[in-house]
């Protein structure tokens, strides 16, 4: 090896270049690598150091189930230095690295490493610093992996379940259909509550079915027709004093939407029960469920106000995350995700609002260029 003068100046107050190394060895030259180019293959003999004048580098770890997968572990990039934990440790090394981009690689041995080291011990500083980064962020990844991996085995677990409900359902609810139908015909005048009992049965197939599509990651295409707002606020307006019954709740509707509008009614209504049934349970005593209807620029806005506490500040960023739930006993946190992706099968957004003056709004909005 031929040794030059190192320079004079402390590592702290220099940027690491090829031109900092070749200050220890003039004939260290750049290495290139094409994009997707492995540079480090995981096992191999740890015998170098990389710096990284150019392009940037995966840091990757082959799955056991298969070898040919890697899971991502960093991306480093131009001044950084990679390859060391395996000439510290003199073991082989634990992962592979990869060029995401056309890369230039500086090779330095481990004798010259150790020499550039005891020259500026600043860079062992440096180098630890580096490290704790990495781990730090590692265990940050670590943690979100698990969190995903446990959100995802519960929603394995519940779309096997919704299966089975389905199909154990099936029987009963045919069942309970053809008899509401039966009864209408041997009771003239009945229509009224068989058609409900009918719709009502078929509610609870279509919420089963809900779950399992978002369960298994299934996006249904919604039936788009034209729409009467104010029959179907009427509707919703109707079904919604039955439940709130007994309870000092004003419902109240605003439409200001005067022309046909245009949305699967069927699932927008489901969104519309739901948001509802928060409000009236978020409220504890009395207060106001308000429903107010607009269009603008070629957008339907449908909020559902309440005058209640209002979703807790500690969860308002994550309400349309899975399993998210606080203050309901019996709360899946499946509601508002299943909401949104409804929505959102419209094209749609389903957007969470607090109010300065408490309680909460939530806005529906539906373009009007799906027709």
Same mark, same amino acid.
């Given at each position: ?14 940027? &690491? ?89 500086? #090779? ?26 990495? =781990?730090?962020?590692? +265990? ?13 085995? #519960? ?17 009963? =609810? ?27 049965? #078929?509610?609870?197939?279509? &919420?089963? #079915? ?29 079904? +919604?004093?039955?439940? &709130? ?28 029960? +739901? ?54 006993? +019996? ?41």
């Amino acid at each position: 090896m031929n040794q030059a003068k190192s320079p004079s100046e402390p590592l702290g107050k220099r940027k &690491l270049s090829a031109q900092f190394f070749k200050g220890f060895d003039k004939d260290i030259k750049p290495i290139t690598y094409t994009k997707g180019e492995q540079i480090i293959g995981e096992n191999e003999a740890a015998e170098s150091v990389y710096f990284i004048c150019k392009g940037k580098v995966e840091i990757s770890k082959g799955l056991k189930q298969d070898e040919s997968q890697h899971a991502q572990l960093s991306v480093l990039e131009e001044g950084e230095i990679f390859g060391e934990m395996g000439i510290i440790t003199e073991e082989p090394r634990s992962a592979s690295v990869f060029a995401l981009d056309d890369t230039e690689l500086i #090779r330095i041995s481990k004798d010259l490493f150790i020499q550039i080291a005891t020259t500026y011990p600043e860079i062992l500083f440096d180098l630890t610093r580096t490290l704790s980064g990495r =781990l730090r962020d590692t +265990n940050e990844r670590f943690v979100a992996l698990m969190d995903e991996m446990i959100d995802k085995n #519960r929603l394995m677990a519940i779309g096997m379940a919704a299966s089975k409900i389905i199909h154990d359902i099936k029987t009963p =609810l045919t069942v309970i259909v053809l008899t509401a139908q039966l009864i209408e015909n041997l009771f003239p005048g009945t229509e009224e509550f068989s058609q409900s009992i009918v719709k009502q049965a #078929r509610l609870i197939d279509q &919420l089963v #079915r809900e779950i399992l599509d978002f369960a298994k990651g299934v996006d249904s295409t919604p039936l788009i027709q034209k729409v009467n707002l104010s029959e179907f606020l009427d509707e919703l307006r109707e079904m +919604n004093q039955a439940t &709130l019954k007994g309870r000092k709740i004003e419902f109240v509707v605003e439409n200001k939407v005067t022309e046909d509008v245009y949305f699967d009614a069927t699932k927008i209504r489901r969104v519309l029960m +739901n948001l509802i049934k928060n409000s009236s349970e978020a409220i504890q005593t009395d207060g106001e469920i308000k429903i107010l209807a607009t269009t603008s620029s070629g957008w339907l806005q449908i909020s559902v106000i309440d005058d209640g506490p209002g979703v807790p500040p500690a969860i308002r960023d994550k309400i349309f995350q899975p399993f998210v739930s606080e203050g309901k006993e +019996n709360g899946t946190g499946l509601g508002l995700p299943i909401c949104r992706k409804l929505v959102q099968e419209h094209s749609g957004r389903l957007e969470y609002i607090p109010l300065t003056s408490g309680g909460s709004r939530f806005d529906i909005r539906i373009p009007q260029t799906i027709k």
